[in-house]
């Protein structure tokens, strides 16, 4: 018999080892490898059969395959992000920061779910039925004939739902608490996981329910337990949002099944999650009018644009090294839009502390917003507020340019629908189609014109532009 195989599991990234080492030489962390039973990791006694392999018909890649058919949840900032709707037999991870509200998203899509006369059980391993029912009557769900059960072993989970009516969506919260008798390990452990997470999809895959597991984040964000649970599934949502904010905003980081770049947007309120579905006139709701440093940039979030405002400051610094603060937006772009301002229009920061933040706790990945940050910084810089109406977007390049960006039109759309009044964009190129919204269009060749125009308007001049 082969000797017992590597015991030592790293609980970052799944590594293994056969003796202890304080750091994990995979993933580099410190203190994470935790002695775990090896017979998880061999193949138990009972699936090493003597039997010959069946052999099995192969298909080509044309031929009958329905849809995958969907079941949309009733919850419309859900939907978007999983494609439209529940796959039958799929297998969703939602992640996020503990109290974000991942057990009252859940709670709600699985009594829309009920509501619509489809069988959901919620399987709560962290909480007890009596506080996930008040929770509920809190929330006004309590009459939804959700099936509740606290239970965290996965064999009788399996065996529960295996009775009865097709389960069309099972939740369970959180699949670190949950435990199975094939492997010796304690629950929470990259094994135990590991294993459950493969029974519940196999039960998933079988019986075509619907199964969102919920997965806690480490102190870095990535969710919990080894990575290969991500590989398992076929959609990883993650639920984020500043604990300060009310806003919470769902992701898509994986989805076989649909687009990863749409998001959902919710807002937590006494009464649980509401849908926003117009996020733009939620993150521009607490504006600073004519207050200088901020700038409204229009984005594109997935297929819907979203107004969003940029907030900069730029003061003296104490330190020798200046601080450049980012939030919500890409570091190394900030540091690109700061050096072109330095080498082509002749700003001067390296004397600045800079920083940038994007109002409402969204989370920018579009180069489009360089002309936005621009703006906003210069504004900062020289005292001098932008025109409240307008809104900003464009590319920035190294040798100073604005370059023109996708979806121009849907976000001239947006800003008009707004009440914006102007936009200050990249010069048109014939077919963009961008002039029928109903806004002024105000093109800028180069930063270098934005930044004098700006400038210009500057009153009480904190700093002079070379
Ligand atoms: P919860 O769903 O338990 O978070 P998670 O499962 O992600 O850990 O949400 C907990 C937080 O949400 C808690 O801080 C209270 C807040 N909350 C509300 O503000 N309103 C509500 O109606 C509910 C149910 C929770
Ligand atoms: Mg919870």
Redesign the pocket.
């Known amino acids: 018999m082969a000797k017992a195989l590597a015991s030592f599991v790293c609980q970052n990234c799944g590594a293994a080892y056969n003796r202890w080492q304080g750091k994990c030489e995979s993933c580099g962390e410190w203190n994470t490898l935790v002695e775990e039973n090896a017979g998880g990791a061999a193949v138990p006694s009972s699936l090493r059969s003597k039997r010959k392999g069946r052999a099995f018909a192969l298909e080509s890649l044309t031929g009958d395959t329905h849809d995958a058919p969907r079941t949309p949840s009733g919850m419309a900032e859900l939907d978007r992000v999983t494609g439209g709707g529940f796959v039958r037999g799929s297998v969703l991870l939602l992640g ?10 859940l709670i709600q899509a699985a009594s829309l779910m009920a509501r619509q006369k489809h069988r959901s059980v919620y399987i709560s391993g962290e909480e007890a039925v009596a506080q996930v029912r008040l ?1 509920a009557e ?2 006004g769900l309590a009459n939804a004939p959700v099936q509740l059960a606290a239970e965290t072993s996965v064999e009788d989970i399996i065996a529960t739902l295996s009775q009865g009516a097709r389960a069309s969506l099972v939740v369970i ?1 959180s699949i670190q608490t949950m435990w199975t008798d094939t492997v010796d390990s304690a629950p929470g452990t990259v094994t135990q996981v590991r294993a459950s997470a493969q029974a519940l999809i196999r039960f998933a895959k079988t019986s075509g329910a619907t199964l969102i597991l ?1 997965g806690h984040v480490t102190k870095d964000g990535q969710i919990a337990g080894p990575r290969v649970v991500e590989h398992m599934v076929d959609a990883v949502l993650s ?1 984020e949002g500043e604990g300060s904010q009310q806003f919470r905003i769902l992701r898509a980081v994986k989805n076989r099944f649909g687009p990863t770049d749409e998001i959902g947007v919710f807002e ?5 999650l509401r849908e926003v579905h117009n996020p733009s006139e939620l993150f521009l709701s607490e504006r600073d009018l004519g207050t200088p440093g901020t700038a409204v940039f229009a984005g594109i979030e997935g297929t819907r644009p979203v107004l969003v405002e940029l907030q900069a400051l730029v003061a003296p610094t104490a330190l020798g090294t200046p601080r450049r603060a980012v939030v919500g937006w890409d570091p190394a772009r900030l540091s690109m839009v700061l050096a072109v301002l330095e080498a082509h229009c002749g700003v001067k920061l390296s004397g600045h502390d800079v920083y940038l933040n994007v109002a409402g706790g969204l989370r920018i990945n579009e180069p489009a917003a360089d002309i936005a940050a621009a703006a906003a910084l210069v504004s900062s810089l020289t005292n001098a507020p932008l025109p409240a109406d307008g809104v900003y977007f464009g590319e920035v390049s190294l040798s100073g340019a604005i370059r023109p960006v996708a979806q121009m039109p849907a976000r001239l759309k947006e800003a008009a629908k707004l009440g914006f009044k102007r936009a200050i964009l990249p010069e048109l190129t014939r077919g963009d189609g961008a002039g029928d919204a109903g806004l002024a269009l105000n093109a800028v060749g180069s930063l270098t014109e934005l930044v004098a125009e700006i400038a210009a308007k500057g009153k009480g001049k904190r700093q002079q532009i070379a």
Do not use: Q
Request: net charge positive.
């Open positions: 996020g920061d503990p109290g974000i509200g991942k057990s009252t998203l929770r809190r929330l919260d919920v639920f937590m309120t006494g009464l649980g």
